[in-house]
């Protein structure tokens, strides 16, 4: 999407090199970046009254510290899109990450392309499923599938492929309220199962994992 207002981040890492390398691929996007505060502790997400910060790019290693995973949850408890951006690259950690709330994964040798196209994604709320993503939802086996009704199924995948719930609504010729129905009974079913789905980028986790969409088609 080459149009759309401008998006204020916060990245957090504490490798200087990666702080200077990021900022100057967002000022290069063809859409409007700011890095509106940068450090190596998950405290500059909390960002002053006053910035605006759409988007959170978080390391998972900090410091000598083991993964940020409790800073992770904070931050999506508290309604921020978080962007994960690691040197790890294993299935269990992506699929963590995601099962966390977290609005996408990236390992970092993905580079420029992929974190500036996964950041415009999370700003918008839009599902992005960069490779090596892709990859561990790919290999990843579940025997814990909910069972959707077919119609369950169809406004589950009908949302990933769309703007907005409106947009659902007019094409299945029903109510922004039933798509909303069908979706809350999606994630119930998927708690249930004890695979929670709280945002949209990991019910499309989810339906991948399951084999409901083929990553080629997101």
Not at 144 to 156: A, I, Y
Request: hydrophobic share 40%; proline share 6%; charged share 25%.
């Amino acid at each position: 999407m080459n149009d759309g207002p401008p998006v204020g981040v916060v990245v957090v890492d504490d490798h200087p090199a990666i702080l200077s390398g990021v900022e100057a691929w967002y000022a290069a996007s063809h859409r409007p970046i700011t890095v509106v505060a940068a450090g190596g502790s998950v405290r500059e997400a909390w960002t002053p009254p006053g910035s605006t910060a759409d988007v959170v790019v978080l390391d998972l290693q900090l410091g000598d510290g083991g993964p940020a995973f409790p800073g992770l949850r904070r931050l999506v408890d508290a309604g921020r899109q978080v962007v994960v951006y690691s040197m790890r690259d294993d299935e269990k950690t992506a699929l963590n990450c995601l099962d966390l709330g977290a609005a996408t994964f990236l390992t970092k040798s993905e580079g420029r392309e992929h974190l500036v196209e996964a950041t415009l994604a999370a700003a918008d709320e839009r599902p992005y499923m960069p490779p090596a993503l892709a990859g561990a939802l790919g290999t990843n086996a579940r025997t814990d599938r909910p069972q959707l009704s077919v119609r369950e199924e169809s406004v589950l995948i009908e949302w990933f492929q769309s703007e907005s719930k409106e947009l659902v609504a007019q094409r299945l010729g029903i109510s922004v309220r039933t798509v909303n129905s069908y979706l809350d009974r999606v994630r119930i079913k998927y708690a249930n199962a004890g695979r929670p789905a709280r945002t949209k980028a990991s019910l499309v986790a989810r339906a991948v994992q399951d084999g409901l969409v083929d990553v080629n088609d997101l």
